[in-house]
């Protein structure tokens, strides 16, 4: 069974740069069959959809963000990560890391980590 | 973006009482391979997000067989025949045919 586990840091100053990591287990980032997604949700508001990388490194960035985010895969490590640069309180948000099956839905969720953009 | 608008955006419901979601999309979600790209998404108190029904009506493995699916181009439902206690929490319909995905604001259902 997939699990998918975030980490980093719960507290950025604002317009310093938000890094995450996710690391997966019972499955390989190396899959041609999925995609690895982050979708955040600000609190107590809805779901929005940040992108996802393929193991071949292609990625896909929503275009509201797609100035500051970078999704990244590590094989070795059996990880994805995501930076989020020039946050601002607005960034402030749960971040969930997911498995994207074809065509293209979110399977397995991480837990979710939240990070607060304050000084 | 492709819109998806969710009613109602809560819901109050008796146990064994039936409820009813619905999701309209600003454009179709029919591809052209002949599959319709939305999903409904429960999100328990605390918990993350978890894939109910894909692709219109088929529930996703392990999904009881209360939850049901159905519509077509922009219109969609999603329905609980029997409402139990552990169906509470904020279910998100959303679409995947047009890049950004997106979701639908959440409709809370609570117990009575």
């Known amino acids: 069974q997939v699990q998918l586990q975030e980490s980093g840091p719960g507290l950025v100053k604002p317009s310093e740069t938000l890094s995450l990591t996710c690391t997966v287990s019972?499955?390989?980032?190396?899959?041609?069959?999925?995609?690895w997604s982050w979708i955040r949700q600000p609190p107590g508001k809805g779901l929005e959809w940040i992108g996802y990388?393929?193991?071949?490194?292609?990625?896909n960035y929503n275009p509201s963000l797609k100035s500051r985010v970078t999704i990244s895969v590590d094989t070795s490590k059996n990880q994805f990560s995501l930076k989020l640069s020039s946050v601002t309180a607005a960034d402030t948000a749960v971040y969930f890391c997911?498995?994207?099956?074809?065509?293209?839905?979110?399977?397995?969720w991480g837990q979710g980590k939240l990070v607060t953009v304050s000084s | 973006d492709l819109v998806m608008t969710q009613t109602p955006l809560s819901l109050s419901v008796t146990p064994g009482q039936p409820a009813s979601i619905s999701c309209k999309s600003s454009?179709?979600?029919?591809?052209?391979?002949?599959?319709?790209?939305i999903y409904w998404y429960l999100q328990k108190p605390g918990q993350s997000p978890q894939l109910l029904i894909y692709?219109?009506?088929n529930r996703f493995s392990g999904v009881p067989d209360r939850f049901s699916g159905s519509g077509s181009g922009t219109d969609f439902t999603l329905k609980i025949s029997r409402v139990e206690a552990e169906d509470v929490g904020v279910y998100y319909c959303?679409?995947?045919?047009?890049?950004?995905?997106?979701f639908g604001q959440g409709t809370k259902v609570e117990i009575k």
């Open positions: 454009q179709s979600l029919l591809y052209s391979d002949g599959k319709t790209y």
């Open positions: 997911a498995r994207t099956d074809r065509p293209y839905y979110f399977d397995s």
């Open positions: 990388i393929y193991y071949s490194e292609s990625t």
């Open positions: 692709e219109v009506s």
């Open positions: 019972g499955a390989s980032v190396s899959s041609g069959s999925y995609q």
């Open positions: 959303m679409q995947s045919i047009q890049l950004p995905w997106t």
